[in-house]
Each structure stands twice: as C-alpha cells, then as structure tokens.
C-alpha cells in the first residue's frame, strides 16, 4: 500500500514539472511572437515613412515638368513686356527651389537608409529611379534656362541659376561616375585572388616554397615571395584551372577538401573548383607544385 501511494506521488510530481516546464516555454515563445510583431510594426513603419516621403518627390517632378510645360520661350524678346519677363523669372525660380528641396529630400532619404538596421532594397531602387528622374529633369531644366537667355538677354538674373545648376548636374554626375568606379574596384579587390603553378625547382626560385633541410617539410609563403609569379583571377568566377601536368599535381596551400577536385581532361590534370567562396575562405594564394 505504500509503495502504491508512494508511485501516486511521484506521479503528480512528474506532471507538476511538466506543467511548470511547459509553462515557461509558453512565456518564452509569447515573448519571442511579441518582439517578432515589434520588429514587423517598425518596419513597416520605417518603409511606410520612406515610401510617403518619395511619394512626395514624384509628385514634385511632375509639377516640376508642368511647370516647364507651363513656360513659352516664343514670345520673348527685347520688346517683351515687363510683367511677361518677371513671370517667366518667378517661374524659373520656382523650378530651381522646387529642384533643389527634391535633391535636399533625398539625400535626406539617402542618409537615414544607410543608418538603418533593415536592408530595404525596394527603397533603395525608387531612391535610386527618383534620382535619376530628377537629375534628368534638372538638365533640361538647365537648357530651357539657357535658351531664354539666347532669347532675350534682358532676363540677366538667370544668367546664375543657369550656370549653379549647370555645375550642380555636372558635379552630381562626377560623382556618381567616381562613386560607381570606386565600387567597382573595391569589388574587384575583395574578389580577387592568385594561384601560382610549377615544379618545385620553379616556386623554390621565386621563394614561394621554402625548407630549411632535405628531410624538412615544405614551407609556403613563409618569405618574401615573387608576387608577379602569381596569375589574378575574379575568386566568383574561377571555377576551372588548367594545371599541364601529366603525371603530378599537388596542392601546397589550405583549401577545403571538400570544396574542389582534380581530375584529368586529355591527359591534364585540371583543379575544378565546385564551391570558389569555400575554396578561397582559408587563402586568397592558391600553390601547386607539378612536375
């Protein structure tokens, strides 16, 4: 009889604990869904704000080609009259101001982006459609300006809005051409990577293998190795490397196993890379010594 009460409450003190177990792992997955939805409501608050704020800049380069529409350069001449020539100097002056607080707006946009702890591609390609619009739009904004002046040389003031937002354009494109050459080089150089191939008489001349005795184990790039021995290649897009050996091919520096093979193509022994980011995660410098 006592046994049988004893295992009764063992019983109840099992299913006691698991209540209690389970209970705390309720809590837990309810704190994680609560900071989950936290995450979602800010994002979707951060991207409803961006999206808003652009909405803003399409509609104000669409006034903006309105406004140009709006312009006739026909009649103007020395005999134009006053109040037709203001009007044109206002509305000109309009376009500019409304230009320039789209350009202050997204480089606003721009700046907050780059802070931001969510990779909002989305935002990023209408940030980067919206700039060209305007900067498109600001050209011709900038011949329509010169045009004027062609037309009736008593409108002077234009003359430096004109050459502002001639140099704004052309300082906004030099940058641009800078900013996507500067990107385009530090693409290269984080993707690029070398392989050296030769006989072992061959890398010991160039310093590239070293050992310190006859029954010493081979060091690579321990000293100040010959850098133009080795080939550059784009890490991404190397998948295939002729070896032109017949009857050895060896591997000297660290590279996954799993990540390439050797294998032979008319006779050749050829490095096959079937996963470039694994093969180079352990060395840019790719060595093998053939005969």
């Given amino acids: 009889m006592k046994s049988y009460i004893f295992y009764i409450a063992a019983a109840l003190f099992l299913f006691s604990s698991c209540g209690v177990k389970s209970g705390r792992e309720v809590d837990q997955l309810k704190a994680q869904n609560d900071s989950l939805m936290n995450s979602k409501l800010e994002l979707e608050k951060e ?3 961006y999206f808003s704020a652009m909405n803003e800049v399409q509609e104000n380069i669409e006034k903006i080609k309105n406004a140009q529409n709006v312009i006739s350069v026909e009649p103007l001449s020395e005999n134009t009259p006053e109040d037709v020539r203001t009007k044109v100097v206002e509305d000109m002056n309009y376009i500019n101001d409304m230009i320039k607080t789209n350009q202050e707006e997204l480089d606003r946009l721009r700046a907050r982006l780059k802070k931001s702890s969510f990779k909002l591609s989305d935002v990023e390609k209408t940030l980067a459609s919206l700039t060209k619009q305007l900067n498109e739009e600001s050209a011709k904004v900038a011949a329509l300006q010169a045009q004027i002046q062609q037309k009736d040389s008593v409108i002077s003031t234009l003359g430096t809005k004109v050459e502002e937002l001639g140099k704004n354009v052309e300082n906004l494109n030099t940058q641009n051409l800078e900013k996507d050459t500067k990107i385009q080089e530090q693409d290269a150089t984080i993707h690029s990577a070398w392989y050296a191939i030769g006989s072992r008489k061959e890398l010991k001349e160039n310093k590239i293998i070293s050992s ?21 290649v784009d890490a991404r897009n190397t998948k295939k490397i002729p070896l032109y050996s017949t009857s050895k091919a060896t591997i000297l520096t660290s590279h996954p196993k799993t990540s390439y093979t050797l294998e032979k193509e008319n006779d050749n022994y050829v490095l096959v890379i079937v996963n470039p980011s694994e093969f180079w995660s352990v060395s840019k410098y790719l060595v093998i010594e053939v005969d």
């Fill in 47 to 49: 991207v409803n704000e």
């Fill in 212 to 232: 310190d005795g006859i029954f010493s184990s081979k060091k690579v790039l321990q000293s100040d190795f010959n850098k133009n021995y080795f080939v550059k």
